[in-house]
């Protein structure tokens, strides 16, 4: 029976597009398009009623700490600036701890770099097998040293499938990028251990190019020397 039903041919539904005198109006709004504004519309409406009832029903004898570091500028509420919540001894305290897991990483880098750089060496150092052969005379002893070459040279050609220096040269690549990473990170931990002597009181000031003796492009500090009692 569902099989003859499908089999009639039916009219094709056609929207009904927006008529010509109110093109000026944009596209004629669906049912579906319908629901969305009128949930969104119910929506700001719930949010207006319930904001009013907060206000109509605040306490005006209420307090919270809070209100002692915020104030309202034109009705609206501005928090107070953080930019200063830290004395600065924590954030040298917190810039130490930053340090120290910097440099927990580098170790672990290295760890890791010098871990693949044995497993590459030994297996770019595997020992060669040597045969002795003893031959009866001269022309026998070309014989073997020739066919012993080209067995040589068969072992060599073939002797490390590609599936196998494929992984090698990943193991390299990934060799190079972890040798890149130790270097950034103690690039960063030299950054880092010199902002927290910049950080550190005493009168300090960044030497010129030309009062450095080997410089390196990174900035230098000289600190006035203080009389200790």
Known sequence: MSSIRNAISKRAYKERSQPDSRKKFGILEKKKDYDIRAKEYHKKEDTLRRLKEKAANRNPDEFYFGM????????????????????????????????????????????????????????????????????????????????????AELRTSGSVPSAIMRKMKASYKELEARKKRVEDLERVYAEMALQKELQKKGRKRKLREDEIVSPTGRPVYKWRAERKR
């Open 68 to 151: 002692i570091r915020s104030n309202t500028t034109n009705g609206v509420h501005r928090p107070e600036s953080e930019a200063n919540k830290y004395s600065p001894e924590e954030l040298l305290l917190m810039k130490t701890q930053d340090r120290g897991y910097v440099l927990q990483k580098i170790l672990s880098e290295k760890k890791k770099v010098e871990k693949r750089r044995a497993v590459l060496h030994s297996l770019d150092n595997r020992p060669s097998i040597k045969h002795v052969y003893f031959a009866e005379d001269s022309e026998e002893a070309k014989e073997i040293q020739s066919r012993s070459s080209r067995d």
